[in-house]
């Protein structure tokens, strides 16, 4: 099992990047190894919500299953992953000033193992992928500290 962390301060109101990160079929936009989200039903927000994500990380292509477990506007989101790599993840957004955010994600993933097993939750998560979701986070952080179109 890999937990991961990342976190970044974002010039921003938490208004301003919940606007960013509610939309899910929007992740695309910030998140690199995200390729594209597919909805499972007609319910795109909320808890409850269930959808696809096609995944690509170098040569490796998955799909994630996921559903949102936790929805607090402003606050938080959180999911269950039960595709090829199980595990849950959240999204926090503190508010450290009227005009900042502090994003916080966090992961628990379970790896399969015909991709490491808990040493490629080691590998993939801690090095590869805590890499890549720095750079999501830098992405998102210059999509929110963007004027609003």
Not at 25 to 43: C, L, P, S
Not at 51 to 60: H, S
Not at 87 to 99: N, Q, R, V
């Amino acid at each position: 099992m890999g937990r991961i962390r990342v976190a970044i301060d974002i010039n921003a109101s938490t208004q301003r990047v919940w606007d960013v990160v509610e939309p899910i079929e929007r992740h695309v936009d910030w998140m690199a190894d995200a390729v594209a989200i597919r909805f499972k039903t007609d319910q795109t927000r909320g808890t409850g919500t269930e959808f696809f994500c096609d995944t690509k990380v170098g040569p490796i292509k998955l799909v994630d299953e996921m559903k949102i477990t936790s929805w607090v506007p402003m606050q938080a989101m959180g999911v269950t992953h039960t595709g090829v790599v199980t595990g849950t993840g959240e999204f926090t957004l503190e508010a450290l000033s009227p005009s900042s955010t502090r994003f916080v994600w966090t992961e628990v993933l379970v790896f399969p193992w015909w991709l490491g097993g808990k040493l490629g939750a080691l590998v993939g998560g801690q090095i590869v992928m805590k890499a890549i979701w720095r750079k999501n986070l830098r992405i998102l952080k210059k999509l929110a500290e963007a004027p609003a179109a």
